[in-house]
């Protein structure tokens, strides 16, 4: 029997991460217990800074591959019955589960990504989070710049991430599926590096990749929203 065991809060800020609780309790496990969380705009929405045909792969193809074999790896297992966030948590480190987690974590490091580019918001921080931007980096263009840095030295596949860090904003770089929550720290904002995310459009230069999304895509009431939520 199929049960629709997770229902998606489609909205912005730490709703949708906070949607990836399971909503039933039931005895019976589904068979495909985690559901991709649709894209919240259309594909061709990042366009010129990112194109519509490396959204549809990225989020059609690589997103959705990411779900699908999670789901395979978990069926009968305790982890079918786990929020996402939870899955990542309990895999974190441990080599028996690496492919639960590599699955997991994309899964989870896609919808921040996706999610904080929804269009129509500002393209500058504003209020607490511009005022801890000052503080921890001296600015907004330190900021970028610093944030440019982390994610160009990332060595392969890996991701860029703005975390909230014993109360002050930090940069933190991981590789493949890694992320800020299996090393329990507060994600705020994360940039996909692999070269699935940018080489359609830019090729090698994954700076100026990196550089025209925090200037032009970012849409910073998402951040803010997730820093009021920590
Ligand atoms: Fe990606």
Do not use: C
Not at 35 to 60: C, D, K
Not at 174 to 180: E, F, G, L, S
Request: aromatic letters at 10%; zero cysteines; glycine letters at 12%.
């Amino acid at each position: 029997m199929h049960l629709d065991r997770r229902r998606f809060v489609q909205g912005t800020g730490a709703a949708l991460l906070a949607g990836l609780a399971p909503t039933f309790t039931g005895v019976a496990r589904a068979a495909a217990p985690f559901a991709h969380p649709p894209l919240p705009y259309a594909e061709a929405a990042l366009v010129p800074t990112i194109s519509e045909r490396t959204v549809r792969l990225h989020y059609g193809v690589h997103h959705a591959g990411y779900f699908r074999n999670l789901n395979r790896l978990v069926e009968g297992t305790d982890f079918a019955d786990m929020g996402l966030e939870d899955v990542v948590r309990k895999t974190a480190g441990r080599a028996e589960h690496s492919g639960v987690f590599n699955n997991a974590g994309q899964a989870w490091n896609h919808i921040v990504y996706w999610e904080q580019m929804t269009p129509g918001g500002p393209s500058a921080p504003g209020g607490d989070l511009a005022r801890m931007i000052d503080r921890d980096f001296g600015g907004l263009a330190d900021f970028r710049a610093a944030f440019l840095k982390q994610a160009t030295g990332v060595f392969g596949s890996g991701w860029a991430w703005l975390v909230l860090e014993e109360g002050k904003l930090a940069l933190m770089g991981t590789q493949n599926a890694d992320n800020p929550l299996a090393h329990g720290k507060a994600t705020l904002l994360g940039i996909d590096v692999w070269e699935h995310a940018y080489y359609l459009d830019y090729e090698s230069r994954r700076g100026a990749h990196v550089t025209a999304v925090l200037e032009k895509l970012v849409n910073w009431d998402v951040v803010a929203g997730r820093l009021a939520a920590k």
